[in-house]
């Protein structure tokens, strides 16, 4: 979960749970064996999963004629649990998407752009990330699912900047490390009671009440997009994709401090959690008062 973590924590976090599956050559560890013991850590634990076949150790888009494949993906978004709490909430249409050609083109520049700027989020997005599809939808510009770790919808917006891209590749990249993590540190105490309404809190990206996952997903996303605007990103003068820096950091923190006042919040998020939820308000409180306009817009 970077860059919430270090780089080299989140390699190590990796790499303890898919070292039963890497092959290690005389070169040592790469990203080719690295990924495909990732391919084959989801395959043990995830066999419904649509993981990456072959020997290539970078993402990738789907092939559009890849009937099987497209078909899986669609169902897998489009699958239902008790924690979903809107309705039609990917609202995907079958593919082919309207405009292929755009998508391929905005998403490629923006994940170019990360390379440029942090390769260390390059390096992980390329790890973590199979596939990216694309599908026509009215609500929604994305999504990942735990019902397919490692792939990635697309639905981006003609109107957003190339920043925004940018965010949405890491974006979508945080909950795919936040899928993977929960492998190796439990998050939630009981999915179940999630469901309770009673349990449910302001999340940071719509600032209304959600399901406890999606609230501490969202946190842990808010926040690394903050850093990454600090770091290398610059912070945007119009809202798209994400809110201003200011607004976001305030949403960030009613969001943190309104999980946290939950009175059976242990009850819900083990104590591995609960400190995220610490690091990143320890993070994120100096934007409250910061002047992010003295740090525009790189990209």
């Known amino acids: ?47 419904r999963n649509p993981n990456k076949i ?15 494949l497209i078909s899986m ?11 979903d709490d809107f309705t039609n909430l990917n609202d995907l249409e079958m ?42 939808a009215n609500r929604r510009a994305g999504g990942t699912s735990t019902n397919a770790i490692g792939c990635i919808w697309s639905n981006i917006r003609k109107e957003w900047t190339d920043q925004d891209v940018c965010e949405f590749l890491i974006h979508e990249m945080t909950h795919t490390l936040i899928f993977i993590s929960e492998h190796r540190n439990k998050q939630f105490t009981s999915l179940d009671i999630l469901a309770d309404k009673n349990n449910w809190a302001l999340t940071s990206l719509f600032a209304m009440k959600r399901p406890l996952d999606k609230g501490f997903h969202a946190i842990i996303i808010t926040t690394n997009i903050l850093l990454c605007r600090e770091a290398f990103l ?29 009175s059976n919040i242990s ?12 690091k990143c308000k320890e993070l994120v409180i100096p934007f409250i008062d910061a002047d992010c306009t003295l740090n525009p817009n790189k990209v």
Request: glycine letters at 4%.
């Open 267 to 278: 009850k819900l998020l083990t104590e591995h959690s609960i400190n995220i939820l610490l």
């Open 95 to 136: 593919p082919p998407h309207h405009d292929v050609d755009f998508q391929k083109k905005r998403l490629l520049k923006a994940y170019n752009t990360l390379e440029i700027k942090c390769e260390e989020i390059a390096y992980l997005f390329n790890l973590v990330v199979n596939y990216i599809f694309f599908a026509d």
């Open 234 to 262: 610059g912070h945007p003068v119009n809202k798209a994709f994400h809110l201003l820096s200011d607004k976001l950091a305030e949403q960030t923190i009613e969001s943190i401090e309104d999980v946290l006042s939950l």
């Open 73 to 83: 993906l669609y169902d897998r978004f489009n699958e239902r649990s008790n924690l």
């Open 1 to 47: 979960m970077y860059p919430l973590f270090s780089f080299d924590r989140n390699i190590q976090d990796l790499y303890s749970l898919f070292s039963p599956f890497i092959k290690h050559d005389n070169d040592g560890l790469n990203v080719v064996n690295f990924k495909e013991g990732y391919n084959r850590f989801l395959d043990n634990y995830l066999p």
């Open 54 to 68: 072959g020997n290539s150790g970078v993402w990738g888009f789907v092939n559009e004629n890849d009937g099987k």
